[in-house]
Each structure stands twice: as C-alpha cells, then as structure tokens.
C-alpha cells in the first residue's frame, strides 16, 4: 500500500506516515495531537463524525488519496481481497458516481460494525443483484442457508429503468417480516420505489426466506428521510440507507452532507484496510 496511517493513543508513541514523497515519512506527535481511528462505530455517537474536524493527519491522507494529479491505477488499499485503487476512491470521495467495487468495501465495514454491536447480517454484493433480471432461477441460490434467523438482509441493486444508472436498496429484516424498499429518488415516484422488477425479484427472494406475509415500506412511510435532489450521489444513499437501518437509530444525515459523508467513506476505508 502506498498510503499508511498506523494510528495510536499511546502518549509516548509516534504516528508513522508514508504517502510516498508527499508528506514527511516520520511525524511524531504529542498526545495533545493524537486522534482515534475513525470507524463505524462512531456513527452511533451524538455528534456525527463528519460534523467534526478531520485530524491534519487525515486531511494529508485524504489530499494524498484524492488527488487527481496521481495516478488513478496507483493501489491505494490491498487486503485479502480487498484491492482499491486511487480511481475508485475517487469515485466515492469526489462527487462522481460511487464504484460498485468500493461500494462493496464500504459494506464489508458495515458487515463488521453489525457484528461488533451483536447484529447478524447478510449484504449482497453490488454486482450480483443486477444478474437476476437475466437469471432470475438463480436468485436465492447465493443466500446464506439461515437467512431467515438473520437480523437484517441488504440488497444494493443498480437500475436504469427510469433513465440514468442510478443505485437503490431493498433491506429486509426477517425476523419482523418487513421489507423496506429505499429509493434516493422516492419521491420523483407514486409507489416510492424506482423499479418494479427489482420490487418483485425482492418479494420472490422474501417469499423464498418467509413464506409468511411480509409488510412492506418504502421513503414515504419515513417522513424525515434524506432524500436526492441534485447530483449523482444515490450510491452514497445508499450506504447511508444501509447503515441507518443496521443501527436502528434512524436517518441522521441530510443531502448537504454528502460530500463530506464521502470523505468520511474514504477515511473509514483506508484506516481500517
């Protein structure tokens, strides 16, 4: 990895950076200075953590990452299976149109904050859900075989079926038979959800986890949801969307958050990869 931030609280340590000729290799720092490692776990805190002061150290790494002067091949982050590179960042730092592949990053750290607060989730991959308009016999194949103990289920999915590419999500929670279907877009649409072919691969899927009788939500059952107006941000909303439901602490974001909610995104990723 080019980029590295080895975090610590401990007052007599010393913060290690390299981000290759951009910034001093060795930066020791005071425990005046120091800043805890950003994870998800602080989107259940008070204060959100972008409504605060990034550490100077993040704003270098951020800069670093962002910059659109490097090269977009460069590997940013490498871990297991997980590999991103500059472009992709990009895509979900500045205000572009979020990669898939990031995306699934950015759930993968969702994954393990639900296991940290004792939640037991499934999250679809972004490349998957699509293929089942094509194939729709394969669509509950890949679903774990206790889907129906889980405490929620996510299903990001892209569609064009209203013009642009654009990202929605379908989260179910078994357990209380109800699907909810959020669409940043909801309210451009009568039944609050952008596409019905997705609204009836998600009842199949529903049906195949529960053949009990499921309730159903979408953007208009939540008055105070964020909701898109402008940009190309719908990929954003949904990792929001997603986390908001993980938590259960409702939708404490708003649309003029976004582009710093993007680099909060960032931060998560390469702090914790």
């Not at 995306?103 to 999250?123: H, P, W």
């Not at 279907?181 to 309210?187: K, N, P, V």
């Not at 929001?240 to 710093?260: A, H």
């Amino acid at each position: 990895m080019h980029g590295h931030v080895t975090w610590t609280t401990d007052s007599t340590a010393r913060k290690y950076c390299d981000f290759t000729n951009s910034v001093p290799s060795s930066v020791p720092i005071t425990e005046k200075t120091a800043c805890e490692p950003t994870t998800l776990l602080n989107f259940l805190e008070p204060t959100k953590p972008w409504e605060r002061d990034w550490h100077p150290l993040q704003e270098k790494l951020l800069d670093y990452v962002l910059d659109r002067n490097r090269p977009g091949s460069e590997i940013i982050v490498k871990e297991g299976q997980v590999c991103l590179i500059r472009e992709e960042f990009w895509s979900l730092g500045l205000l572009r149109d979020m990669d898939s592949h990031i995306g699934n990053a950015c759930m993968k750290l969702i994954c393990e904050m639900a296991r940290q607060i004792g939640k037991d989730i499934y999250i679809e991959d972004f490349y998957v859900v699509p293929v089942w308009k094509e194939t729709p016999n394969n669509i509950v194949t890949g679903l774990p075989e206790d889907a129906d103990l889980k405490d929620l289920l996510a299903f990001p999915a892209w569609t064009n079926a209203n013009g642009p590419d654009h990202f929605v999500v379908c989260i179910m929670m078994p357990l209380r038979r109800e699907m909810v279907f959020l669409d940043s877009l909801y309210a451009e649409h009568e039944s609050g959800f952008g596409d019905e072919e997705y609204r009836a691969i998600f009842r199949k899927i529903a049906y195949q986890v529960d053949h009990g009788t499921w309730s159903e939500k979408t953007g208009y059952d939540f008055p105070a949801l964020p909701r898109q107006t402008r940009g190309n941000d719908c990929g954003v909303f949904v990792l929001m969307y997603t986390v908001s439901m993980v938590c259960g602490i409702g939708f404490q974001f708003q649309e003029m958050d976004i582009p710093i909610i993007r680099q909060w995104w960032c931060l998560l990723l390469m702090e914790r990869f």
